[in-house]
Nanobody
Framework: QVQLVESGGGLVQAGGSLRLSCAAS????????MGWFRQAPGKERDIVAA????????YYADSVKGRFTISRDNAKNTVYLQMNSLKPEDTAVYYC???????????????WGQGTQVTVSS
């Protein structure tokens, strides 16, 4: 069982930056692929970025390439999403997710956090 808790969301002006954190419980954190998803009101929950256990990013959504960076610190059981050059279109609830298999993480992750709100004003 994996417990995930997101933090770092808030209100920021367009062009600003935020860093989201996801703290995970469990002794096997380094074996899990991790991802960030986001969901705007009335829309589907979409994947933003994914990273495998060794720390190599494997996916970024086209809408965030060059602006967002996913990383992890396995010693701290934490995954991060650094968000730069934020746009109003980035406004959403951001969720952390985990799965033992990268392919399943992309489609239907086994574990979810509660989410953290990110609001970008124009």
């Amino acid at each position: 069982q994996v417990q995930l808790v997101e933090s770092g969301g808030g209100l920021v002006q367009a062009g600003g930056s935020l860093r989201l954190s996801c703290a995970a419980s469990g002794r096997t954190f380094s074996s899990y692929s991790m991802g960030w998803f986001r969901q705007a009101p009335g829309k589907e929950r979409d994947i933003v970025a994914a990273i495998i256990g060794s720390g190599r990013p494997t996916y970024y959504a086209d809408s965030v390439k060059g602006r967002f960076t996913i990383s992890r610190d396995n010693a701290k059981n934490t995954v991060y999403l650094q968000m730069n050059s934020l746009k109003p279109e980035d406004t959403a609830v951001y969720y952390c997710a985990a799965d033992n298999f990268l392919a399943r993480l992309r489609s239907a992750p086994a574990y979810w956090g509660q989410g953290t709100q990110v609001t970008v004003s124009s």
